[in-house]
């Protein structure tokens, strides 16, 4: 199952449904019966602690942590200079491993906030498009460049090693040595001394891994290394899931967001099944009388998000963006194959090529989301997108948008 379903304001209500039939049917806990992405978290055999909460050679901790703040929260902050009824000054930011300008719901407010930053450090392998809004920016090393340990919180449950193939290129470095430069120069080198193998090391030191024999030489020589015991490890395996009881518990007394923004919570919808309808997708929703389609936010399988953009073989298989309507609907608006086309609503528009496609019901269209602003003819189709949250659920609500189409 790809993720599509958790990108709307009610993501999470539709998960709920799928789950709960799974456990009242008996089709979780068994091999060849699962529900929902699978998400394996290395969280038995890596000790966090040694990026949370670091100390010095001499074992003192370091210097308390500021504030944190969600991504969603930062905007108002910036405008406000308030985080609920608490002062909050954000002066700067670093941006690293994300591309914000291009991935993020609502390009209008996310350019708004890059633009009222005062100063921006991006650090990236390539120019993206968060990039050129930056006051510094650092080039990284590719992955080929870096000794690092991979793991995935997504299918699979292996560690692999990842062996520096070749020195870094030209002034580049890694994250890790960044890091370690900017501790030194801030007068916290003590925290930072070591090496790439020594921290994944110093992660590797516990007691859940030593049970599972990982250590780095052990990955250096196998190069991939399972984290989860057994040939076959099967979540609720015969029905026992972690709750007091031991059973599928469709009741919660106690439910904690997975942000706060010091949003207003309805706790009534948290507590057990519930199901609303889309905030602009749904049929009946107020917005579709004025913007009649229900846009789709397509992952692009040639760009992973917004990486490879740059690359030119994968150019040949998705040049432009486009967007792909139904026959019906293009021949009711006029629209044939390669015609330039607007979609719009009241957050923003973009211009593209439209190609006709009978894979889309009527009433849907869908375009990739991976372009950058200067890829399409005019406007971002990142802009079309609301950032909107669910009240308790974090979710960007890239498929939960209704526009509408003319020719241009």
Not at 58 to 75: F, H, K, M, R
Not at 169 to 189: N, R, V
Not at 270 to 284: G, I, Q, R
Request: glycine share 8%.
């Amino acid at each position: 199952m790809q993720l599509g379903a958790d990108h709307y304001i009610n993501g999470h209500y539709n998960y709920w449904p799928m789950y709960a039939i799974s456990a009242a049917t008996g089709n979780i806990g068994k091999p060849g019966a699962a529900c929902g992405p699978i998400c394996v978290l290395p969280n038995n055999c890596i000790d966090f602690m040694v990026s949370v909460a670091p100390t010095d050679t001499a074992g003192n901790p370091a210097q308390g942590a500021g504030p944190s703040y969600n991504a969603n929260s930062v905007l108002g902050i910036v405008d406000t200079g308030k985080f609920g009824d608490q002062d909050a000054v954000i002066k700067g930011v670093y941006i690293a491993t994300t591309n914000p300008a291009t991935v993020w719901a609502d390009h209008g407010k996310t350019v708004d906030l890059l633009n009222k930053i005062e100063f921006i450090v991006v650090a990236d392998v390539t120019m993206t498009e968060t990039a050129m809004y930056a006051d510094v920016l650092l080039p990284v090393a590719h992955w080929f460049e870096v000794t690092d340990m991979h793991t995935n919180c997504h299918t699979h449950p292996y560690f692999v090693w990842q062996e520096k193939a070749i020195e870094p290129q030209f002034e580049s470095k890694s994250d890790f040595e960044i890091f370690k430069l900017l501790a030194e120069k801030m007068g916290y080198g003590d925290f930072f001394d070591f090496n790439e193998e020594e921290f994944i090391a110093m992660g590797l030191d516990n007691d859940g891994a030593k049970a599972l024999g990982l250590t780095v030489d052990r990955l250096k020589e196998e190069r991939a290394v399972r984290f989860m015991p057994g040939e076959t490890y099967i979540s609720f395996e015969g029905g026992k899931f972690l709750t007091a009881t031991g059973r599928a518990s469709f009741y919660k007394e106690s439910v904690a967001p997975a942000y706060n923004v010091g949003q207003d919570i309805d706790f009534s919808k948290e507590t057990c099944l519930y199901w609303e309808p889309t905030l602009e997708a749904d049929k009946s929703s107020a917005v579709r009388a004025q913007y009649p389609f229900h846009c789709i936010s397509e992952h692009m399988r040639t760009r992973t998000h917004s990486q490879w953009y740059d690359v030119d073989y994968l150019r040949e298989f998705d040049p432009e963006p486009i967007v792909r309507i139904n026959p019906d609907d293009a021949a009711e608006l006029g629209i044939v194959e390669g015609d330039t086309v607007r979609m719009y609503n009241d957050r923003g528009s973009v211009v593209m090529k439209a190609t006709v496609n009978a894979g889309y019901p009527r009433g849907i269209v869908g375009s990739p989301r991976s372009y950058r602003e200067k890829e399409f003819i005019e406007g971002h189709f990142a802009s079309l997108s609301t950032n909107q949250y669910n009240q308790v659920c974090a979710n960007q609500a890239f498929n939960d948008v209704a526009v509408a189409i003319e020719k241009a």
